[in-house]
């Protein structure tokens, strides 16, 4: 059982500095030992594998046609390997759509790292991940975000009627988020989006997972060291 408060914390995103603090959150990944990912091939995969023997970054998304997830999964195929090597972690993208567009969805952003899917959203709702979308004031929108609504849905239907299975990819209702885990049960971090534009800035989960340096998301995936 975990029960976790984020400290405020700043980002430099560019040339913007973010704030923010994130409420308290009761996560218990014993609830999910029992549960099963797939992966591109349709392999079952126990979920407790990802974080049994270090610790793992898991990214939930809304949907695989959800355009503010592709924007967002875009910037997380820029991390190197080679900086997740160094710091003995994993980073992991579960999707809820079926197995088969895992890898239309890698060929579209360029992902190359972990990737399964969980098609019962057995894991969400387990977790406790929202359903339905909640707005606030005060809320900051993701720095990883580049499209535009309008274009953004426009670029997501297209996406859905030329798939070679016509669906939504998931429920289109369900909200992600992030989880920090391993080795082991323990959890050190977890968020649960409240929208589609709710995610946590990379370079938050990086520095919280131990990852050293900062990755600037404006173009390429500079490394700047601080």
Same mark, same amino acid.
């Given at each position: 059982?975990?029960?976790?408060? %984020?400290?405020?914390? *700043?980002?430099?995103?560019?040339?913007?500095?973010?704030?923010?603090?994130?409420?308290?959150?009761?996560?218990?990944? !014993?609830?999910?030992?029992?549960?099963?990912?797939?992966? *591109?091939?349709?392999?079952?995969? $126990?979920?407790?594998? %990802?974080?049994?023997?270090?610790?793992?970054?898991?990214?939930?998304?809304?949907?695989?046609?959800?355009?503010?997830?592709?924007?967002? &999964?875009?910037? +997380?195929?820029? @991390?190197?390997?080679?900086? #997740?090597?160094?710091?003995?972690?994993? +980073?992991?993208?579960?999707?809820?759509?079926?197995?088969?567009?895992?890898? /239309?969805?890698?060929?579209?952003?360029?992902?190359?790292?972990?990737?399964?899917?969980?098609?019962?959203? #057995?894991?969400?709702?387990? #977790?406790?991940?929202? !359903?339905?979308?909640?707005?606030?004031?005060?809320?900051? /929108?993701?720095?990883?975000?580049?499209?535009?609504?309008?274009?953004?849905?426009? !670029?997501?239907? =297209?996406?859905?009627?030329?798939? $070679?299975?016509?669906?939504?990819?998931?429920?289109?209702?369900?909200?992600?988020?992030? @989880?920090?885990?391993? /080795?082991?049960?323990?959890?050190?971090f977890c968020h649960f989006d409240m929208n589609h534009?709710?995610?946590?800035?990379?370079? =938050? %989960? #990086?520095? %919280?997972?131990?990852?050293?340096?900062?990755?600037?998301?404006?173009?390429?995936?500079?490394?700047?060291? &601080?």
């Amino acid at each position: 059982m975990a029960e976790l408060k %984020l400290p405020v914390t *700043r980002q430099i995103e560019s040339g913007i500095i973010l704030e923010s603090e994130s409420p308290q959150v009761n996560v218990d990944l !014993r609830d999910v030992d029992d549960c099963f990912i797939y992966d *591109r091939h349709g392999t079952a995969i $126990p979920f407790k594998s %990802l974080y049994q023997e270090r610790k793992s970054i898991i990214i939930f998304v809304r949907n695989f046609l959800c355009y503010s997830c592709k924007d967002y &999964v875009d910037d +997380l195929s820029k @991390i190197p390997k080679e900086v #997740l090597e160094d710091a003995n972690v994993s +980073l992991i993208v579960i999707g809820q759509s079926a197995h088969l567009h895992i890898q /239309p969805f890698c060929s579209l952003t360029g992902y190359a790292h972990e990737i399964y899917v969980d098609p019962e959203r #057995l894991i969400y709702h387990k #977790l406790g991940m929202k !359903r339905e979308e909640k707005f606030t004031v005060s809320a900051q /929108p993701s720095p990883h975000v580049k499209s535009g609504i309008l274009m953004g849905q426009m !670029r997501s239907i =297209w996406r859905a009627m030329t798939s $070679p299975v016509f669906d939504f990819q998931g429920d289109l209702h369900q909200q992600g988020g992030a @989880i920090i885990a391993g /080795p082991g049960s323990q959890v050190h971090f977890c968020h649960f989006d409240m929208n589609h534009l709710d995610h946590m800035p990379i370079n =938050w %989960l #990086l520095e %919280l997972a131990g990852v050293q340096g900062t990755l600037n998301f404006s173009n390429k995936p500079k490394v700047i060291h &601080v």
